[in-house]
């Protein structure tokens, strides 16, 4: 079946520390991949997103992530994140489920909290 | 204007009663999505529309049904509420194909006492 793993659930970092969240997929056709953020009481809106070309993906707020397909991964890199970062990281995935339909498969989500 | 937009953003009702959850987007999208969110902040899909159609309908309480009566809108409606049912529902939408990212409504917090 398909899925999407992220492997921590809980992070905490101080302000100007380096971020990686992992993703993992299980999925053998091609992928269209997506993160998504979730502000404290907001929605989800999208970060980034790979759909092919260069597998590193820049998003907005100075995220970006690569997307190594040996490693069915799509990690989500800060180089320093900041306390307006504190929020709920989601990873996705859109793939056909059995009925032939596409949907996104989502992660469990990442909180990240980010102390001043 | 907003894009998808979900009303109310908050209820409260008492178990045993129906609610509906209504949800419209104006960005020509065919396909519309409800999702659970629930305290833990894990994000699960309920149903899926397609240019009014129901496609994917996860496993979900029959009390809970669909309604879509032109493709931009999507509503909810659940029937004998349930403590359990209490979470943040979102409506989002997406156009089609494979690369199409999702646009999420802010949110409509259900607190069944």
């Known amino acids: 079946a398909q899925s999407v793993s992220q492997h921590n659930h809980h992070v905490i970092l101080s302000e100007a520390a380096s971020l990686e969240l992992g993703c993992n997929y299980s999925?053998?056709?091609?992928?269209?991949l997506f993160w998504y953020v979730q502000y404290p009481g907001q929605h989800l809106q999208l970060l980034l997103k790979?759909?092919?070309?260069d597998p590193l993906v820049k998003g907005i707020k100075g995220f970006e992530a690569e997307f190594i397909k040996s490693k069915f991964s799509f990690n989500l890199r800060k180089p320093s994140v900041q306390w307006s970062d504190t929020a709920e990281y989601f990873c996705?995935?859109?793939?056909?489920?059995?009925?032939?339909?596409?949907?996104?498969?989502w992660g469990l989500g990442t909180s990240l909290a980010v102390n001043p | 204007d907003t894009a998808v937009s979900q009303t109310p953003k908050y209820l409260v009702t008492q178990m045993g009663n129906d609610k509906s959850i209504k949800c419209e987007q104006n960005?020509?999208?065919?396909?519309m999505y409800w999702y659970k969110q629930d305290s833990k902040k894990f994000l699960k899909i309920m149903f899926s529309?397609?240019?009014?159609?129901?496609?994917i309908n996860e496993t979900v309480p029959n009390r809970f049904s669909p309604k879509s009566p032109d493709k931009a809108h999507l509503n909810l409606h659940i029937n004998s509420l349930e403590l359990g049912d209490s979470a943040v529902y979102f409506c989002?939408?997406?156009?089609?194909?494979?690369?199409?990212?999702?646009?999420f409504g802010q949110g409509t917090r259900l607190t069944v006492v």
């Open positions: 989002a939408s997406s156009p089609e194909g494979a690369r199409a990212e999702a646009f």
């Open positions: 960005l020509g999208h065919d396909t």
């Open positions: 529309y397609n240019n009014k159609e129901l496609i």
């Open positions: 999925y053998g056709g091609t992928v269209n």
């Open positions: 790979y759909f092919s070309g």
């Open positions: 996705a995935v859109n793939a056909r489920n059995a009925g032939n339909n596409r949907k996104l498969i």
